[in-house]
């Protein structure tokens, strides 16, 4: 069983950061690209930022050079910098991890959700 869990989530006024962070734990073989999505209320779920195994990544036009996406290999976590939040940033964020198990070859795992609210 994998299991990912997010926390950073909150409230911040506009041009504020906050930092999420997102822990995968279970039996985990190999992680190869972790990620963060978010869903605004009436939206589609959207991709925001991700980062492969070997440390490329891959960022929503929206959020360039305003969120960095970073993991740590050896703590099996991904973080989601984000600076010069925006109203528009508003969502619930999703953690996503494509997870290869000791038994079953690789397969997306997502988190609960952690609600990020920017007020202007």
């Known amino acids: 069983q994998v299991q990912l869990v997010e926390s950073g989530g909150g409230l911040v006024q506009a041009g504020g950061s906050l930092r999420l962070s997102c822990a995968a734990s279970?039996?985990?073989?190999?992680?190869?690209?972790m990620g963060w999505y978010r869903q605004a209320p009436g939206k589609q779920r959207e991709l925001v930022a991700l980062?492969?195994?070997?440390?490329?990544?891959n960022y929503a036009d929206s959020v360039k050079g305003r969120f960095a996406i970073s993991r740590d290999y050896a703590k099996k976590t991904v973080l989601l910098q984000m600076n010069s939040l925006k109203p528009e940033d508003t969502a619930v964020y999703y953690c996503n991890a494509n997870i290869a198990t000791m038994v079953s070859l690789a397969y997306d795992f997502w988190g609960q959700g952690t609600q990020v609210t920017v007020s202007s």
């Open positions: 980062i492969t195994s070997s440390s490329s990544t």
């Open positions: 279970g039996s985990i073989f190999r992680i190869n690209t």
